[in-house]
């Protein structure tokens, strides 16, 4: 069984990059162009937006369709440039109007509104889904905000490239220690921005697509049916499977890199009723023993929470205390 190692500062974190980019950036282009690549390969959605710059500035790595990728990459995993990107794509417009072949029927005009509308669209939904996530109050809200994006992403690909391959037992470890943000409707659109990606690139294999819809499902099933049902349907998925499976390990453990800010605005919020979200101050409110997390107006509200949902949540929610 896996064990959670003591905490360390990542070294393609958000963090490491903004030192990085203040020490180096300006100065030597090829030092920063490889450590951000290796950062854009771990799954750091910074580092894309970093190599977009030196790759739209620096003369000698200048290429109009590498910046355009690496900025619209940027927008697929939640990061909102939809305006820079439209302006990039604009001016650019006689090198990339070929970059969709579904493009080259339309005049130049259209193509820049298909584009703009795409785009616009694109963060519609992650909007939406940042909206779900915090109405619901899932592991991925800390993370919306506060320049988390690099954490997120970096979830999505260690998901796929391994933890999807771990023993059940494993998974569950990894899931409660290191993966539970990304089990969020937010954590869903990164993974499903990705599949359409890996369809359009012929040197992406058959086995990383199906880790993708893979992962995708066992997030759909932990959001509409809870842990208990995941945990079921995963174990006999991994017994059916029946191949090698790799050594699971935990890199970082999320609640590490929850930025200080939320803290402060978790702390201010009104206690309520976890079932009728009644305030405190208009009743007295107990909390609940196991987890410690959540409170009830009456034990009415307690036992019809446990039923609707509480029961699988409880014991994630014990683990972070």
């Not at 779900?132 to 988390?148: A, Q, V």
């Not at 899931?175 to 499903?192: A, D, H, Q, T, W």
């Not at 196991?290 to 509200?301: L, T």
């Amino acid at each position: 069984m896996i064990r959670r190692p003591p905490r360390s500062t990542p070294l393609y974190s958000s963090a490491a990059s903004d030192v990085y980019k203040r020490q180096v950036h300006g100065k030597d282009h090829k030092a920063a162009h490889e450590f951000f690549a290796k950062s854009y390969r771990k799954g750091n959605i910074n580092a894309s937006y970093q190599l977009f710059l030196l790759c739209s500035k620096a003369p000698e790595y200048l290429d109009v369709r590498k910046a355009y990728r690496y900025l619209r990459r940027c927008e697929l995993f939640g990061m909102p440039c939809h305006q820079e990107l439209n302006e990039y794509f604009k001016a650019h417009l006689s090198e990339l109007k070929d970059f969709d072949e579904s493009w080259k029927e339309w005049p130049d005009e259209s193509i820049v509104n298909i584009h703009e509308a795409e785009m616009v669209d694109v963060t519609k939904k992650f909007v939406d889904a940042k909206k779900t996530d915090t109405l619901y109050k899932r592991p991925s809200e800390p993370f919306i905000d506060n320049n988390g994006n690099w954490f997120l992403t970096m979830q999505a690909k260690s998901f796929v490239k391994e933890i999807v391959h771990y023993p059940w037992e494993d998974f569950l470890v990894c899931l409660k220690e290191e993966l539970l943000p990304i089990f969020s409707s937010v954590g869903l659109l990164i993974l499903e921005n990705w599949r359409v990606l890996t369809k359009a690139k012929a040197k992406d294999t058959k086995r990383k697509q199906e880790a993708i819809e893979k992962a995708m499902e066992f997030i759909n099933i932990y959001i509409s049916e809870g842990m208990e049902e995941l945990m079921r349907k995963f174990k006999r998925y991994k017994k059916k499977e029946g191949k090698v499976e790799l050594k699971p390990r935990i890199r970082y453990f999320y609640m590490d890199y929850i930025h200080p800010s939320y803290f402060k605005t978790a702390e201010k919020e009104e206690i309520a009723c976890n079932y009728c979200k009644k305030p405190q101050g208009t009743t007295k409110l107990d909390m609940c023993s196991a987890c410690k997390k959540v409170y009830y107006c009456s034990k009415d509200c307690q036992v019809k929470d446990w039923k609707s949902g509480h029961k699988t949540q409880c014991p994630l929610l014990k683990e972070t205390t």
